[in-house]
């Protein structure tokens, strides 16, 4: 078969059925033509910035920044958002407010209720704010391609020890479904490049459709029975939820917010970075977010959001043994003694923000309007209150403020979710948007082989020795 046919064949093969009603009339446009639309554009306007302003200069790098783990280098091209030290996350170019106001709901109506993850997958893939239509045809195609996950995986994952990490265990996981890769068929079958981002986006959509189950599996079979119950008659977020337990509508509404705030952060966090390294290889993008899963397992980033649990419950358990309340007294105490022994304060600090990260404020505001009373929650506000002044008086931290792993877990306890080791999973499951919504525009765009330069101490102390005014 001759690639333009292969092609095309792809095409159709992407077109969501829901798309096309049963009367065969076509009546909205899908994810797919709305991409096949915007490809050509979008690669004529980079390879124009290219050509044109290709040489301009956008930063330098200090000594300083090279050792110091490449703390503002200017060095990567991202769609789909971007992060503003002061003001946080925008999501092509929309706050989280502004998300929350404009991205069709549950309910159909934008404004009433958290917005749907398929409404950011949407918004992030194309920089469009999508119709609740359009939002339905991509749930209905997402539940479809759920049944791609291959059939070797949930047997691997049944066979995993119950005390290895949910994170390891997801790792494994999407590593195994990666034999349904048609990015790494198709590469082997020598498809040319200006076509990868065709299979890439097969992929991509599929990994989204499959990631719930074997996030729920992982949590079913570690916690509980291992039983998972899907109903594809609700949205993504509310199906996983069915799938992990919960049939509860205000958690479906918690979990919305969740795996939407949880997307993107623009590229240089750890997993997006990770996800867009092991792609700019060709690896597909199962093995790339699988890559993207594993920098997400480090605690300095996504696991913070189960050491945040960890360390309330030890200055729980410390101040009950001692008769003592927790208040803003005591957790000035605990948080010295976590300092004074050289370890970190979870879910504070940041490499980039520099005010309270918004996903806290969101998640702050969905905990009063949802549980103001809740103690856990009163603890996490008390936290907020002392935490920054203590981190300011330590004085090495550059971002004394919350970001947002410090509110998660508080959430999700609320609703009797208390497998703190588990939280990241749920992370997980929504940094895939981000990373991979980024992938398809790595592939469309042509995008290289990612490879900075590195120098050697001895090349560094040489350079500053000849150069005493660099
Ligand atoms: C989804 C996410 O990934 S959000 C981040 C989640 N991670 C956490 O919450 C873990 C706690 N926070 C941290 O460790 C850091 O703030 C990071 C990793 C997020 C950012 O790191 P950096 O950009 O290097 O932070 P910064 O420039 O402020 O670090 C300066 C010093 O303050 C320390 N510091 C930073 N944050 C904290 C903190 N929360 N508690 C104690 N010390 C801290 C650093 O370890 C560093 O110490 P050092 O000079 O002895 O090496
Ligand atoms: O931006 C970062 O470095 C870390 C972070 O908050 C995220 O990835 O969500």
Redesign the pocket.
């Known amino acids: 078969m001759n690639s333009l046919s292969r092609a095309s064949r792809l095409l159709n093969n992407l077109k969501p059925s829901a798309a096309t009603a049963s009367t065969g009339v076509r009546s909205i446009t899908t994810l797919q033509e709305t991409l096949a639309a915007q490809v050509p554009g979008k690669q004529a306007k980079l390879a124009a910035l290219k050509k044109e302003h290709g040489s301009k200069v956008i930063g330098k790098v200090t000594i300083d920044q090279l050792i110091g783990g490449a703390r503002g280098v200017k060095c990567m091209l991202w769609e789909t958002s971007n ?1 503003d030290a002061e003001e946080g996350i925008r999501f092509r170019g929309l706050t989280i407010p502004e998300c929350q106001q404009v991205l069709p709901t549950y309910s159909g109506k934008a404004g009433d209720g958290e917005p749907l993850l398929e409404s950011l997958i949407w918004l992030l893939l194309t920089s469009e704010v999508p119709t609740k239509e359009q939002v339905d045809t991509l749930t209905a195609e997402l539940h479809e391609r759920s049944s791609k996950l291959p059939s070797h995986v949930v047997p691997l994952l049944n066979s995993l020890p119950k005390d290895m990490h949910p994170m390891t265990q997801f790792s494994i996981g999407l590593n195994a479904a990666q034999t349904a890769s048609s990015f790494a068929k198709a590469y082997a079958d020598g498809v040319p490049k200006n076509e990868y981002h065709l299979y890439a986006l097969e992929d991509i959509l599929n990994v989204f459709a499959v990631i719930p189950e074997i996030a729920a599996t992982i949590y079913r079979n570690v916690y509980f029975d291992g039983v998972v119950t899907k109903d594809q008659s609700l949205d993504y977020s509310g199906n996983f939820c069915r799938m992990l337990g919960y049939n509860n509508p205000s958690f479906d509404e918690l979990m919305r917010l969740y795996l939407c705030i ?1 997307t993107d ?2 590229g ?5 970075h990770t996800t867009h390294l092991v792609g700019s290889t060709l690896s597909d993008p199962y093995l790339s977010y699988a890559a993207g899963l594993n920098a997400l397992a480090g605690p300095l ?1 996504g696991l913070a959001n189960q050491e945040v649990l960890k360390w309330i419950q030890a200055l729980q358990e410390k101040f009950e043994k001692e008769g003592k309340e927790v208040n803003a007294d005591t957790i000035t105490e605990f948080a010295w003694e976590t300092l004074n022994a050289k370890k970190v304060i979870p879910g504070y600090g ?3 923000l520099r005010k309270t990260d918004p996903r806290y404020t969101c998640q702050r505001e969905f905990g009063l309007k949802h549980m103001p009373d809740d103690p856990l929650f009163k603890i996490v506000e008390t936290i907020y209150q002392v935490m920054p002044g203590i981190l300011t008086e330590h004085g090495k931290v550059a971002n004394p403020y919350p ?2 792993d410090s509110h998660s877990g508080v959430l999700l306890w609320h609703y009797g979710f208390t497998q703190y080791q588990y939280y990241t999973v749920l992370f997980g499951v929504s940094r895939a948007v981000g990373g991979l919504c980024q992938l398809y525009w790595d592939r469309a765009l042509g995008l290289p082989l990612e490879r900075p330069k590195s120098h050697t101490p001895e090349w560094l102390e040489s350079f500053a020795k000849n150069n005493p005014d660099a």
Do not use: K, T
């Not at 240089?268 to 997006?272: F, K, L, P, T």
């Open positions: 992060l949880h952060h623009e240089g966090n750890a997993s997006a980033h940041h490499a980039v970001n947002v």
